[in-house]
């Protein structure tokens, strides 16, 4: 689940919140249009036990008017027994109550018929009616005009009765006037239940009223009926008839005003039905808009935070991408203030990263020149070293035409003694390569001289190497401290988006997508630190070939110092050839002067000749010396070109990077 949503977007995250507080929505509708259907089953099943006992009503009135009834005269309750006894509960009581509709037994069904009326008044839900009206139409229509009836029956068949004896003693007589109080008293309930009705319901006043006034007085009659016959002394046939006549009218308005509250029950119930349909029509609705309504508001709010946030992930993929514009920035007047201080935080952000990188770039152009400065100064170090080798070759090879002189010499000198004029024509000649030594030796000198000046500036121009690239490092540490700021406010940045996120948290639901924002926050900084990362390492790659270019320099300038140092011992020892060649010329004019002394001379020329070849065999070896330790600074100063052209792509390299950053 957690990978889930990391890898979801924050749309998708936003429509599942959007689903998650839409879900109370239907569900809210489906447990009101429940609580409408279970409200209208209910007042359904009023209707049934109304019209049940509608019909029950009627049959048992006639079977008491009659005595009984025609097995015809039940189909009726025998189809409503069938349609709704299980509903009602019904079947046992009715098929009980059934035979004693047809005999005429009187007492027992009463009493069943009392039993069942008020079986399907509870089945039914009559007696829980909610709404005061049709509670009290209920009380008439299931309570009391059935006890009233009842009341009436038992009244009338103990009349008969004590008619049939033809007497009626005192305490019957009380009897019957108590019976006839309890029949008062049922109709004074139905006159409070129908004030009641009035109060709350005057419309059915007018209905009420009418079919009152006609029971009502058809009640009336058998009382007087009834106490004209209590207080006779005897009563006659016509008495009877007129008493018979007057319960049957007294049932018959009982009967009628019966159907009349029980329709307006049944009126009553439809309206309450009609009314829950309407009402669950109307919740229906009014929760489909509710859900329009927020679906629509939901993605309005969607757009508004998806918008500013895709145009902040598409500057930071530009940056990332290292193909960015610095120089633009975000708009920061947005409805929401939270999107606004990260449209800042980015400008502010961005404004760092752009000063940055002009300063990376600046110090990119300074090492760049740097850079090319050193190649140059490489170059022509080891052009000149390049010289000073053939230099020291061709002195190399005059040096060893020395020494093939100086063993010439020597063999002149052996040969002195045998002639003096081959002797004098050999000190000629060797005045003659005495002359070509002195030139040798002035050249050498020159060349000795200038070698050491060159090498002089070579050494200069290391040491402004040196000094260029510590300047490039001392960049590189400039440039490590802002990568350091840079990771700082990375970090920050990191420690708000968790500080959000721990008060995103504490607010639940409601700071869900503000939790998002602080994470995608985060991320973006991470890949921000990580992208500094990687410049460091750059950077930091860069400062070890410095510094390695600056050992090999120092290396090379040390190398150059010994050049000097072979060099100058080189020119002492020219400078001790060149102390001896005026003691060769008075040889010379000693040997011209004295040819007896030839001998003596040619000993000591011989003698001379060969110190002069130990000389030349030690200057020898300092020119090869010098000649290798000029080799060596060739190869030094290749090194070092070839290190000041690393230096030179790097600078490139990150010059490259940085242009990449529009600023």
Do not use: C
Request: proline share 2%; glycine share 6%.
């Amino acid at each position: 689940m957690e990978r889930f949503f990391r890898r979801t977007g924050i749309r998708v995250k936003l429509l599942i919140i959007l689903g998650l507080l839409s879900l109370p929505y239907p569900v809210l509708m489906g447990l009101l249009i429940r609580q409408q259907n279970v409200a209208i089953r209910f007042a359904e099943k009023e209707l049934l036990g109304a019209e049940f006992n509608r019909s029950l009503f009627q049959l048992f009135s006639r079977a008491e008017s009659q005595g009984f009834v025609e097995a015809g005269e039940l189909k009726d309750v025998d189809a409503l027994n069938q349609e709704m006894g299980e509903a009602l509960k019904s079947g046992e009581l009715w098929q009980a109550l059934r035979p004693l509709l047809l005999a005429a037994g009187a007492d027992e069904r009463r009493q069943r018929f009392l039993e069942l009326n008020t079986r399907v008044g509870d089945t039914s839900n009559l007696i829980l009616d909610p709404d005061l009206d049709s509670y009290y139409v209920m009380d008439i229509t299931t309570i009391r005009l059935p006890l009233l009836l009842k009341r009436l029956s038992e009244i009338s068949e103990r009349s008969d009765q004590l008619l049939a004896r033809g007497s009626i003693t005192d305490s019957e007589r009380e009897q019957l006037l108590l019976q006839e109080s309890l029949l008062e008293e049922q109709l004074q309930g139905i006159l409070h239940s129908q004030q009641t009705i009035f109060e709350y319901n005057p419309e059915l006043r007018p209905a009420m009223i009418a079919a009152h006034g006609k029971f009502s007085t058809r009640m009336d009659a058998f009382r007087n009926r009834l106490e004209t016959l209590l207080f006779e002394e005897k009563a006659d046939s016509a008495g009877r008839a007129a008493f018979e006549k007057a319960r049957r009218e007294a049932i018959t308005g009982i009967v009628d005003f019966y159907i009349t509250t029980s329709q307006l029950l049944v009126i009553l119930l439809n309206k309450r039905i009609d009314g829950f349909v309407m009402q669950r029509n109307v919740t229906t609705g009014i929760v489909a808009v509710l859900i329009v309504t927020s679906v629509a508001l939901t993605f309005l709010l969607i757009g508004s935070i998806i918008r500013p946030l895709r145009e902040i992930g598409s500057r930071m993929n530009e940056i990332a991408d290292g193909q960015g514009d610095l120089t633009s920035r975000l708009t920061e007047d947005l409805p929401d203030r939270d999107l606004s201080v990260l449209a800042a935080a980015f400008n502010r952000f961005v404004g760092r990263i752009r000063d940055i990188v002009l300063e990376a770039r600046r110090l990119a152009g300074r090492q760049a020149s740097s850079a090319g400065d050193l190649k140059s100064s490489s170059e022509h170090f080891g052009r000149d070293m390049q010289a000073e080798a053939a230099t020291m070759e061709e002195i190399s090879a005059t040096m060893e035409e020395i020494s093939a002189s100086a063993d010439q010499v020597a063999f002149s000198v052996e040969g002195t003694v045998q002639a003096t004029h081959d002797l004098m024509k050999s000190m000629d000649r060797l005045s003659s390569i005495l002359g070509q030594v002195t030139s040798l030796i002035n050249r050498t000198s020159s060349l000795t001289d200038q070698t050491t000046e060159q090498a002089n500036e070579g050494r200069q121009g290391m040491q402004s190497i040196l000094e260029t690239i510590s300047n490039i490092q001392q960049s590189s540490a400039l440039v490590d401290d802002i990568i350091m700021i840079i990771e700082e406010i990375a970090e920050r940045i990191n420690l708000l988006s968790l500080n959000a996120a721990i008060e995103a948290a504490r607010a639940g639901e409601a700071g869900r997508g503000f939790a998002v924002v602080a994470q995608e926050v985060s991320r973006l900084a991470d890949q921000t630190n990580s992208s500094i990362n990687d410049i460091g390492n750059l950077i930091k790659e860069n400062s070890e070939r410095i510094e390695r270019g600056s050992a090999t320099i120092r290396t090379t300038v040390q190398t150059i110092n010994d050049v000097i140092e072979s060099v100058g011992n080189i020119s002492r020892s020219v400078l001790e050839i060149s102390a001896l060649i005026p003691e060769e010329d008075r040889i010379k004019d000693m040997v011209n002067a004295s040819a007896g002394d030839l001998l003596k001379r040619a000993t000591g020329i011989e003698q001379s000749s060969i110190e002069q070849k130990s000389a030349i065999l030690e200057i020898t070896k300092a020119i090869a010396s010098i000649n290798d330790a000029v080799q060596r600074s060739a190869r030094h100063s290749t090194h070092v070109l070839e290190r000041a052209v690393d230096v030179d792509s790097d600078a490139g390299e990150m010059t490259k990077l940085v242009e990449k950053f529009r600023t």
